[in-house]
């Protein structure tokens, strides 16, 4: 396959990836509405470097390991649902005390200096989800050949992360519109509890239904 075969493929099956709701989705949908723009934004920041680690260890075959040992593949597994499960709690129990929709009135300074938590919630959630490692394998299975040159893997890998960041980004630019963001804060708390129990459902999905499903 020539590398421009091989590129559009890469750019046609990442934009189909990024359209199934997943957790990055809805992680991406909270932080958004619940702070600011630039909250979203870096959560879109920190599921494009987390591609880019996933991107790494599969060329590398590292995901070729996990994905054929029960054990190592388990452990992710039950690591990534543990962490949605985490999320969801924590949302509920935001949408309970209203503590977590507060925040959104905090001053810029304060805003600014916890940014990077919204980072490494997108960086955890996306790492932490061995059906994104499965994607992958599948993906460079096809694309990928013996001659295949480092700079062509460079270039699948940061197309993969220019496309996540661009649609979760422009997912916050739509969430955070002042007509969206005044619908949101009449149904703040009801959304976080809704959206809470939909992370504990997906962490326990990964967990109890075959990956092969």
Request: aromatic residues 12%; contains cysteine.
């Amino acid at each position: 396959m020539s590398w421009i075969n091989g590129w559009i493929t890469v750019v046609l099956i990442g934009f189909l990836g990024v359209l199934v709701p997943g957790p990055n989705l809805m992680l991406t949908i909270k932080n958004s509405v619940v702070y600011n723009k630039k909250s979203g934004i870096y959560t879109a920041l920190g599921f494009g470097v987390g591609d880019l680690i996933h991107v790494t260890y599969s060329l590398l075959g590292i995901g070729l390991i996990i994905s054929q040992s029960i054990v190592l593949f388990s452990i992710l597994k039950w690591a990534g649902a543990a962490y949605l499960v985490y999320i969801g709690v924590k949302a509920i129990k935001s949408g309970n005390n209203k503590s977590e929709i507060e925040q959104a009135n905090k001053s810029q300074n304060e805003l600014a200096t916890s940014n990077w938590k919204f980072f490494f919630s997108g960086l955890g959630t996306c790492l932490l989800n061995p059906k994104i490692t499965l994607f992958y394998l599948s993906l460079f299975t096809q694309i990928i050949e013996p001659h295949t040159s480092l700079l062509n893997k460079v270039l699948y890998g940061v197309t993969l992360a220019i496309i996540d960041i661009g649609w979760f980004s422009s997912v916050t630019l739509l969430m955070t519109l002042d007509s969206v963001r005044y619908k949101y804060s009449k149904l703040a708390p009801l959304i976080q509890k809704l959206t809470g129990g939909l992370f504990i459902v997906l962490g326990l999905r990964m967990v109890f239904v075959k990956t092969s499903n």
